[in-house]
């Protein structure tokens, strides 16, 4: 078995990579879980809903969506490895391709550095793209692959970077796409591996046996761990969206998801139509009738917006007596609709409990009054403060349109 630094084969190095790997794997697990267990503590009062009317998940299934940011650290790192292969190959004495030449491998290299930077400039324009994740990592594999078959070593140190690869997309954009990598890569090193040996005509050693056994536990391993972080991660952020009063998601989950709905206009054309709604009276309420008859109306309306749309919409208490409703796929009039139908129940519930408070609402559609979440809540607040200036409560007004009284 050939040696490399002092002696020590490759082989060993090989395993204390791997091994070093498996101990950040496991800080990383710990470290989440004992986040989760100190959480869960302080929470154990919330409301928690599987639907996005009291603070879902953000992420959508099994894929996460990272922002920008993100993925430019990502597209960095692969330009990095890329700039290593190249260095490795072509600048190192005693390194030669094993069945490529230089100018061939160099091509190789030209091409993923060009792939890449179309999908990143891609992902500039457009952050959300599950089809482009899965370009993106499977150009990655070729790439590793093409590296592995031309590594000169025995035990060649290029596999680590299917590690990097089933890693880096797994913790990027959820277990969907990590279960892909670890298939993709793991079959992959199987196949380069055995073209190695089959057309070197060397001897499958035990030793490169146990490296793709141990390769392939360490892979499994870290998908089960994965699981478990995600399913730490979800529930660190469902305890920090809901609003503990209400129940519904806060201003943060809001805007995390607006932002997300806004992202996808850039794929589907599909509108949807957001309402402000902001308590009449509400101040009048906690003066003379206390803050617990306060918090009573604030429950209330929550539970009568919850009951009035689909678990596919948006609800969230966007600061005191201040909500936002966002309705996919829904037209004006029957957003409208809806809306009329929250006051009746408020002034309902309001005559019923000698409470009096009434409800205003605002409305807007995505994208054609508003581009992006601060721009389109902008003009909705601008409408809904020209009805509550027009009406003593229980006003209705759209973005553009003139303001009608429904209470």
């Not at 601060?374 to 601008?382: A, F, I, R, Y």
């Amino acid at each position: 078995m050939p040696c490399s630094l002092n002696g020590v084969s490759d082989l060993t190095w090989l395993r204390l990579y791997i091994y070093l790997i498996y101990i950040r794997l496991y800080n990383i697990n710990n470290t989440l879980h004992q986040r989760r267990l100190s959480d869960a503590s302080e929470s154990e009062d919330r409301r928690r809903h599987p639907d996005r009317r009291a603070g879902g998940k953000l992420s959508g299934g099994d894929y996460r969506y990272p922002s920008w940011q993100e993925q430019n650290i990502q597209y960095l790192a692969r330009f990095v490895f890329l700039m290593l292969g190249i260095g490795f190959f072509n600048f190192t004495d005693g390194i030669e391709p094993t069945l490529w030449s230089n100018t061939q491998l160099n091509t190789a290299f030209a091409i993923y550095f060009i792939a890449q930077t179309l999908l990143c400039m891609h992902a500039a324009r457009q952050h959300v793209c599950p089809t482009r994740y899965h370009i993106a990592m499977w150009i990655d594999i070729a790439a590793a692959s093409i590296s592995v078959l031309n590594d000169p070593y025995a035990i060649p140190p290029s596999l680590l970077v299917y590690i990097m690869i089933v890693l880096g997309n797994g913790m990027r954009y959820g277990m969907r796409l990590f279960a892909v990598s670890l298939v993709g890569c793991f079959s992959a090193a199987m196949i380069v591996l055995t073209l190695r040996y089959v057309l070197s005509g060397a001897e499958i050693s035990p030793g490169l046996i146990f490296l793709n056994l141990f390769g392939g536990i360490i892979l499994v391993y870290s998908y089960v761990l994965m699981g478990r972080i995600e399913h730490s991660r979800n529930e660190l952020e469902q305890s920090s969206n809901i609003d503990t009063l209400t129940g519904l998601m806060n201003r943060r989950a809001l805007q995390d998801i607006a932002s997300a709905m806004f992202l996808r206009l850039q794929n589907n054309p599909q509108k949807f139509v957001l309402l402000f709604a902001d308590l009449d009276k509400f101040k009048v309420v906690n003066d003379e009738l206390g803050h617990a008859a306060g918090d009573l109306v604030l429950r209330e309306f929550a539970r009568i917006v919850h009951r009035s749309i689909r678990e596919s919409d948006v609800a969230a208490r966007y600061g005191g007596d201040e909500f936002i409703i966002i309705l996919e796929d829904t037209t004006l009039d029957h957003a409208r609709l809806i809306a009329e139908r929250i006051q009746k129940q408020v002034v309902h519930w309001s005559d019923e409990n000698e409470i009096n408070f009434s409800v205003t609402f605002g409305l807007g559609e995505a994208p054609t009054h508003g581009d992006n979440f601060e721009h389109l809540l902008d003009q909705v607040d601008k409408a809904l403060y020209r009805s509550k200036s027009t009406h003593t409560g229980g006003g209705l007004a759209v973005v553009g349109k003139a303001t009608q009284h429904t209470a």
